[in-house]
């Protein structure tokens, strides 16, 4: 079963930097896209950033040039590193991976798969 196990969150304060990293575990495959959400207490999930197979990103709008998506796909790991890091950023950031390709025994099976999340905390 692939699971979505993220670190590195944790308190810092405005203007420092934190850096998670999410690896899918199992014995996968292919994974199309990688990325994180996140979501603020009171606030809906937002997309915050995405990076393809190749290479490709996108950013949330508030958070470009300051945070970097990249990913090691021999590993199966993303990484979102995050600078300047502003009071609102403080949320909970969960990882997803879509286009998920796996083996269990002789059986493939695959789809989107996401994180139990990790804390982020920025005081000001």
């Known amino acids: 079963q692939v699971q979505l196990v993220e670190s590195g969150g944790g308190l810092v304060q405005a203007g420092g930097s934190l850096r998670l990293t999410c690896v899918a575990s199992g014995i996968i495959y292919s994974i199309d896209i990688m990325g994180w959400y996140r979501q603020a207490p009171g606030k809906q999930r937002e997309l915050v950033a995405t990076i393809t197979t190749g290479g490709t990103r996108n950013y949330l709008d508030s958070v470009k040039g300051r945070f970097t998506i990249s990913r090691d796909n021999a590993k199966n790991t993303v990484f979102l590193q995050m600078d300047s890091l502003e009071p609102e950023d403080t949320a909970v950031y969960y990882c997803?991976?879509?286009?998920?390709?796996?083996?269990?025994?002789?059986?493939?099976?695959?789809?989107?798969?996401g994180g139990q999340g990790t804390q982020v905390t920025v005081s000001s």
């Open positions: 997803h991976a879509d286009g998920v390709v796996a083996k269990s025994g002789s059986v493939y099976y695959g789809g989107r798969y």
